[in-house]
């Protein structure tokens, strides 16, 4: 627990540094003063100049706290998956939910569809809702060919369906190619001109996901021994997959719908977690929440920073990151 509380004081102070670094740099104190008269009402000093509460409350804060959101949100499904489906290298992507939301988004982008009452926001409903018909598929149909829904099962049952789907979504850049580069933009990820309302949006499943995921923490710990373990546990491991593969996709349809495909961070934050708080998902989960948002907001930071005033898609620079890390943990596994 002491190793959780210091990790979330340090994410804090990371997300105040990012709220303060960009094009224009807020010194820290200022970050923190802003933030605080908005949040309780409290003085603000006379240094602080008028352009800089508009800055940090209506661009940065409201970015830095997405990312921070996706992030770990992205890293709790990310260790559920890996400990349901006992795989190091599993992530929810090869579930389908990304194909799915990217296949959902390209059909709004190439038809124009809005949502009466929705307007902009249209988009990433109709991707969420994609994603998450995707992994119910996934999950159902796993369970109708294999009813106690192995993990082999559940595994090739996404890697197919996303191809699928990832091909579907591919015919449809083709044919309507003069939206291909807006897909391409929304398949890399970005955080830019995400306001407080997308907080708003992502909070309610990030609620409903994590509270869950925290009801089957001791039947996580029993599963990953291996199902013959859990069963003479009294645990079913089949409704058991069902139920966290649903939650997965309540997290990562949410992060994806919102802020665009932005993998590996579901893979890395996991891993560090356990080494960090050991493997009861008790720890385990909350660790891997504040790691991934940790790192996502880093991540994001570099992105807008690096070559600034233009932004680099923040899902490159987390595969430029995530891909050796991924190589690195199949070659270890591989050799042990």
């Known amino acids: 627990m002491r190793k959780i509380i210091i990790g979330a004081i340090i994410s804090i ?3 105040i540094i990012s709220a303060s670094l960009g094009s224009t740099n807020i010194s820290f104190i200022n970050t923190i003063q802003i933030t605080f008269h908005k949040v309780f009402q409290a003085p603000l000093s006379e240094n602080v100049d008028s352009r ?20 770990g949100s992205l890293a709790m499904s ?35 569809i809005t949502i009466p009452f929705l307007g902009n926001f249209s988009l990433p409903l109709t991707g969420f809702v994609f994603g998450l018909l995707t992994v119910f598929f996934v999950a159902s149909f796993s369970s109708r060919i294999d009813k106690s829904m192995s993990n082999n099962t559940i595994i090739l049952c996404g890697m197919v369906l996303s191809l699928f789907l990832n091909a579907v979504l591919t015919t449809l850049s083709a044919v309507f190619s003069d939206d291909l580069r807006r897909i391409a933009l929304w398949q890399m990820g970005s955080f830019a001109l995400r306001g407080w309302t997308y907080v708003a949006l992502l909070l309610p499943f990030l609620i409903i996901g994590t509270s869950g995921i925290f009801l089957y923490t001791k039947e996580m710990d029993l599963l990953s021994f291996g ?13 058991l997959r069902k139920k966290l593969l649903a939650l997965c996709a309540v997290l990562t349809g949410a992060a994806v719908a919102l802020s665009g495909v932005i993998g590996f961070v579901d893979l890395i934050a996991p891993h560090a977690a356990r080494r960090i708080a050991g493997s009861r998902h008790r720890h385990l989960i909350p660790m891997s929440f504040i790691i991934g948002g940790t790192l996502m907001v880093i991540t994001d930071l570099v992105a807008r920073t690096v070559i600034s005033p233009s932004e680099l898609p923040v899902g490159a ?20």
């Not at 891909?323 to 042990?336: D, G, Q």
């Open 13 to 15: 102070f990371i997300i």
């Open 78 to 112: 990310g260790a559920v998956c890996q400990s349901i489906l006992r795989n190091p290298l599993a992530s929810p992507y090869i579930l389908g939910v990304s194909s799915g939301a990217s296949l959902g988004a390209g059909i709004i982008i190439v038809t124009g």
């Open 52 to 71: 800089y509460i508009s800055i940090v409350w209506l661009l940065r804060l409201p970015r830095v706290l997405l990312a921070f959101l996706v992030g």
């Open 227 to 239: 199902d013959d373990q859990a069963k003479s546990a009294g645990v079913e491991t089949g409704a």
């Open 317 to 336: 620079i987390t595969a430029l990151i995530g891909a050796p890390f991924f190589a690195w943990i199949y070659f270890k596994r591989k050799k042990s």
